[in-house]
């Protein structure tokens, strides 16, 4: 978990769902400068479900809230983010919530299989540091400054 403001009040929360190590740190390093933020970190999709359904070692809400928004990866162990997202659009509870798909897959396979699950909006992940910088950027703006978020219902 990486808080990026200790007064939690108001902090969009994100959950990013991503199994590479180095994808993490880039994106916490993408975030850092973003005061009302609370970045939360899973490697994978059996973990996101978790933590979604507040089981195991999530359950205590007020660590680990329910997310604003989820960038999910596709390529992951044990369960990929189609399936996440898949379960995700299942659920009551959780089928309102924004879910990005920031992978470095650019397959039409893959776009058209996110689109067909209910993903919000799918991105390739730029391979330079700084293009990734702009697009978490761009992400937070207009994701948490124009767009209006439902409201949490729990």
Do not use: C
Not at 58 to 69: G, V
Request: aromatic letters at 8%.
């Amino acid at each position: 978990m990486i808080i990026m403001d200790e007064n939690r009040t108001n902090l969009a929360v994100v959950l990013l769902v991503e199994d590479n190590p180095a994808d993490q740190q880039l994106t916490i390093r993408a975030f850092k400068g973003h005061v009302n933020t609370n970045l939360q970190i899973v490697s994978d999709g059996v973990e996101a479900m978790e933590y979604l359904m507040g089981e195991g070692k999530f359950k205590n809400r007020e660590e680990y809230p329910i997310p604003d928004m989820i960038l999910l990866d596709i390529n992951m162990p044990r369960k990929d983010g189609k399936q996440v997202l898949q379960e995700i659009r299942r659920n009551e509870n959780l089928k309102i919530i924004p879910v990005i798909m920031l992978t470095t897959s650019d397959q039409e396979k893959d776009i058209i299989d996110s689109y067909n699950l209910g993903v919000n909006a799918y991105i390739s992940k730029p391979v330079r540091i700084k293009d990734f910088m702009e697009v978490i950027n761009k992400l937070e703006d207009f994701w948490f400054s124009l767009n209006t978020r439902p409201p949490k219902k729990y």
